[in-house]
């Protein structure tokens, strides 16, 4: 059987696009991602990054502090025992995950719990195989796999993934191992203040080691963490080494001066996180769909979400390096999801 159309991915755009597609009745196959640690290891699980934040305070419609009794009658039993006790708050990443995710499915979207690790776009319909080892083809593809926090790629910082190394303040900088110790936070865009800022919460210093004397980060942001009282800024310096031991997990960062590489320091820390920027989630296209110099999927027509194979069509973070925002996210798996309706039915496929 020919699918009409396979939707890869699983955050909001991928979603968005699962909600429509299924009340077009094109029956969409949703590729949601495997459970392995390989993904757990890279962030790139199911229902993607929004899965690894709390609170989610800018997504339109859901101003209640208390969302718990709306969940229970929402959300599949089965599912909920993935979802983070309740704590009084407005909606976080997992909770409006798994409530789109069910909605998706409501409407009749079928989803697979597997990755995609290859395709093939070169004739028609298009091939998918995934790494459960399934063969799947489809006349459409809309691809909405987002994209992964970046690390410096330091061996160190494998070593202590979990113990310690993190690219997810809001997710992790609560537990117990960071509180009321200093931690280091790398990089200098919005993502590093905002992280860095986040984490004075709990530590008792915050480290922003930045390879520059200025912060790429918007004004406001950089003001904010620079008049932190807890945000000490290295300068000019790169990390060498995260330090620690297999007991401990992150002891501390060795770093160097950019303008003196004779020049190191060990930073006291039992946290590190990396905030220096994320890749799209593209590998298993293989190079057949057109990518911008930063590795995102370009959209061929502005405000279309056509890429450079017709018939597969792009949403969500994997082709936006600017908004990034769950909701833009959403909004353009409903637009990739038109779209395909739409070329689907020219195409004579309903
Ligand atoms: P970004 O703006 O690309 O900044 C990445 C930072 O990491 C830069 O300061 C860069 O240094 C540094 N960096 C990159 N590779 C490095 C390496 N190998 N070694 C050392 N440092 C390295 O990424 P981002 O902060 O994740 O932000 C991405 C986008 O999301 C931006 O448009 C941002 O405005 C937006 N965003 C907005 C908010 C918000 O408004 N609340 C929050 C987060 C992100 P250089 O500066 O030297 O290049």
């Not at 159309?5 to 969409?28: C, E, F, H, M, Q």
């Not at 499915?105 to 459960?132: C, H, M, Y």
């Not at 008049?227 to 995260?242: F, L, M, P, Q, R």
């Not at 450079?308 to 973070?317: C, K, L």
């Amino acid at each position: 059987m020919t699918e009409k159309v396979v939707i890869i991915g699983s955050g909001p755009a991928g979603w968005a696009a699962a909600i429509y597609t299924s009340r077009a009745d094109l029956k969409p196959l949703v590729i949601e991602g495997a459970v392995t640690e390989d993904n757990r290891l890279k962030g790139t699980l199911p229902l993607g990054q929004l899965a690894l934040t709390t609170e989610v305070e800018n997504y339109p419609g859901f101003p209640v502090a208390n969302l718990e009794g709306y969940l229970d009658n929402a959300i599949d039993k089965s599912r909920r025992q993935y979802m983070a006790p309740h704590e009084g708050h407005g909606v976080s990443g997992p909770e409006l995950m798994e409530l789109m995710r069910q909605q998706a499915s409501n409407f009749g979207a079928t989803i697979q719990t597997d990755d995609v690790v290859e395709i093939d776009l070169s004739s028609r319909p298009f091939r998918l195989k995934t790494l459960g080892g399934k063969e799947v083809e489809s006349h459409s593809v809309i691809v909405a796999t987002g994209a992964r926090a970046n690390y410096l790629g330091l061996e160190s910082e494998e070593r202590f993934k979990n113990a310690g190394v993190s690219a997810c303040a809001v997710c992790d900088g609560a537990l117990p191992r960071f509180r009321n110790k200093p931690l280091v936070v790398v990089g200098g865009g919005d993502s590093a203040m905002e992280e860095a800022t986040f984490l004075t919460k709990f530590a008792s210093t915050v480290y922003i080691v930045h390879r520059r004397d200025e912060f790429r980060a918007s004004k406001i942001m950089a003001e904010r963490a620079l008049a932190n009282e807890k945000i000490d800024v290295k300068w000019n310096t790169v990390v060498d080494e995260v330090l620690g031991t297999d007991d401990a997990g992150v002891t501390g960062v060795r770093v160097r001066s950019t303008k003196d590489d004779s020049q190191t320091e060990e930073l006291d820390a039992s946290g590190y996180f990396a905030a220096i920027g994320h890749t799209p989630n593209t590998d298993f296209l293989g190079g057949q769909v057109e990518l911008n110099d930063k590795g995102y999927i370009v959209w061929t027509t502005p405000a279309r979400t056509y890429t450079s194979v017709e018939g597969v069509f792009a949403a969500g973070d994997v082709a936006d390096d600017y908004y990034r925002q769950a909701i833009t996210a959403a909004g353009t798996g409903c637009m990739a999801a038109l779209d395909a309706e739409r070329w689907l039915a020219a195409k004579g496929i309903e």
